[in-house]
């Protein structure tokens, strides 16, 4: 019977895979060409299509809860709803981490990779949220990402570069740093905590964990730059801030 439920469990996955892979495609090639077809405001017509991911994201994850694949907890992340020009930053530990934080805020932009934007299932779905990709020239990028945050747009970022490796420290990288000060832009941390291994770094969908997974998405810390001294030299400023970022998410998941 373990054997049988196992099995059933790798059935689970694969249903909420490809229901994934499925809703995307329709949404990218039927129900945003609506959208973009109805709607000449540029404005209008990216709120509305990212009104549509956020409620399809939620069913999505409703549907991987009823699946009992996981147990879905998120405390009052409406508080950030008046949030504007900020990066948001979250650690990284399994592969739906940004479903969920896409799912439950509402104004979020998304800096995509390449294969995200060029798939077949889901790049018209990024391309009409008005998303960017991360693998431009570094001063376009760069410059993209001031003009996002000055027109209130919060960018969501992984600070490792990367999904996290169970049960080892946090190590972010300091790009989210020199984005930062380069764009004056404060920071706040959201924390989502994941109680076993479920579609971690090299870990393949169809070697799931035997049990539930609980994932539990928290309001983090808020970074201000006026903490870190504007006559310091910049390097110096980063080393700082990425110190403290990373200290505070290693001491609050107890990965010290």
Not at 61 to 77: A, N, P, S, T
Not at 119 to 141: I, K, Q, W
Not at 144 to 161: M, V, Y
Not at 194 to 199: G, S
Request: glycine content about 8%.
């Amino acid at each position: 019977m373990d054997k049988l439920a196992y099995f059933l469990r790798i059935c689970a996955v694969g249903i909420g895979f490809m229901s994934f892979g499925i809703g995307g495609f329709l949404l990218g090639s039927l129900i945003f060409p609506v959208i973009i077809l109805g709607t000449r405001d540029k404005d209008k017509r990216r709120h509305r299509v990212r009104s549509m991911i956020r409620v399809t994201f939620k069913l999505f994850l409703g549907l991987l809860e009823f699946l009992g694949i996981i147990k879905l907890v998120v405390h009052d992340l409406s508080k950030l709803d008046q949030l504007k020009g900020c990066l948001i930053i979250c650690n990284h530990p399994t592969l739906i981490d940004v479903v969920i934080i896409m799912a439950y805020m509402k104004n979020v932009q998304c800096v995509v990779k390449k294969e995200l934007w060029s798939s077949f299932f889901l790049g018209g779905v990024v391309r009409a949220a008005g998303y960017f990709r991360n693998d431009t020239d570094p001063e376009l990028f760069l410059a993209e990402s001031k003009r996002q945050l000055q027109s209130g747009e919060n960018i969501l970022i992984f600070p490792e570069g990367t999904r996290t490796k169970p049960g080892l420290p946090l190590k972010l990288v300091r790009g989210l740093g020199n984005l930062a000060l380069a764009a004056n832009a404060n920071i706040q941390s959201l924390v989502l905590r994941c109680n076993n291994v479920f579609l971690a770094k090299g870990q393949k969908w169809y070697r799931p964990p035997a049990s539930r997974t609980t994932l539990e998405l928290s309001v983090g810390s808020y970074f201000s730059l006026d903490q870190y001294d504007s006559e310091m030299p910049r390097s110096i400023r980063v080393r700082g801030l990425m110190k403290d970022i990373q200290t505070y998410y290693n001491r609050t998941l107890n990965h010290e």
